[in-house]
T-cell receptor, first 108, second 114 residues
Framework: TQLLEQSPQFLSIQEGENLTVYCNSSSVFSSLQWYRQEPGEGPVLLVT?????EVKKLKRLTFQFGDARKDSSLHITAAQPGDTGLYLC????????FGAGTRLTVKP | NAGVTQTPKFQVLKTGQSMTLQCAQD?????MSWYRQDPGMGLRLIHY???????DQGEVPNGYNVSRSTTEDFPLRLLSAAPSQTSVYFC?????????????FGPGTRLTVT
C-alpha cells in the first residue's frame, strides 16, 4: 500500500487545457515536494511546501499544501507539450516517501 | 560542475552475482540516498546517509549494503543479485536531511537480473 496516493495515474490532454493532479495520504507530513521526471532521467525538484494551506506558484504551475498537511495538489494552466512527464509527490516523515506518480501527456 | 553521477548506466547480472553501483557527488552535500523505481511503485528508499561514516536503512533495505567512507561517494552493493532486484536505481544528494533543500538525483542505473 502506497503511503502517498497520486491521482490520476495517467492523464492525456490537448495543448492549452488546464489540469489538476492530486497527492493524498492519511499521514501528516512535515513538508511535501513535487518532482518532474522525464524518460531516462532522474527526478527534478519543482517545489517544496512546508506550511499547511501554503500555495506556491511557478509560472503556469500552482502547488497547494492541504491545511492538515496530509495532501497536496498541482494545477497546470494552459498546458504545453513541454509539460509532458511523470509528476511525483514526495512527503517527509522520518525519511522521504514517494507516490507512484501521474504520467501526463500533453498533445500539440 | 558534474552534480550527481552514477555508473554504470546499464547492467545485466545473473542470479547470485554481486556488483556495486557507484554514486558520487561534487556538491559537498551531507545527505545521500539510494532509491529504486519500479513501474507503478514510485521511488522507494533503500538506504541513506546523513554524513560520512553514518548510514541507515530506508523502506526496502533487504539485499543491499551501503557504506559512506567519504562525503563524495555512496556506493550500493548487491551481494547476491535476485530477479526481484531488477529495477532502475537512483542516487540522490542534498545539503540537509530529507525534505529540506533540493534533492539532486543522478541519471539512474538500469539493472536487469536474469
Amino acid at each position: 500500500t502506497q503511503l502517498l496516493e497520486q491521482s490520476p495515474q495517467f492523464l492525456s490532454i490537448q495543448e492549452g487545457e488546464n489540469l489538476t493532479v492530486y497527492c493524498n495520504s492519511s499521514s501528516v507530513f512535515s513538508s511535501l515536494q513535487w518532482y518532474r521526471q522525464e524518460p531516462g532521467e532522474g527526478p527534478v525538484l519543482l517545489v517544496t511546501v512546508v506550511t499547511g494551506g501554503e500555495v506556491k506558484k511557478l509560472k503556469r504551475l500552482t502547488f497547494q499544501f492541504g491545511d492538515a498537511r496530509k495532501d497536496s495538489s498541482l494545477h497546470i494552466t494552459a498546458a504545453q507539450p513541454g509539460d509532458t512527464g511523470l509528476y511525483l509527490c514526495a512527503g517527509v516523515l522520518n525519511d522521504m516517501r514517494f507516490g507512484a506518480g501521474t504520467r501526463l501527456t500533453v498533445k500539440p | 560542475n558534474a552534480g550527481v553521477t552514477q555508473t554504470p548506466k546499464f547492467q545485466v547480472l545473473k542470479t547470485g552475482q554481486s556488483m556495486t553501483l557507484q554514486c558520487a557527488q561534487d556538491m559537498n552535500h551531507e545527505y545521500m540516498s539510494w532509491y529504486r523505481q519500479d513501474p507503478g511503485m514510485g521511488l522507494r528508499l533503500i538506504h541513506y546517509s546523513v554524513g560520512a561514516g553514518i548510514t541507515d536503512q530506508g523502506e526496502v533495505p533487504n539485499g543491499y549494503n551501503v557504506s559512506r567512507s567519504t562525503t563524495e561517494d555512496f556506493p550500493l552493493r548487491l551481494l547476491s543479485a535476485a530477479p526481484s532486484q531488477t529495477s532502475v536505481y537512483f542516487c540522490a544528494s542534498s545539503l540537509t536531511g530529507t525534505g529540506g533543500p533540493e534533492q539532486y538525483f543522478g541519471p539512474g542505473t538500469r539493472l536487469t537480473v536474469t
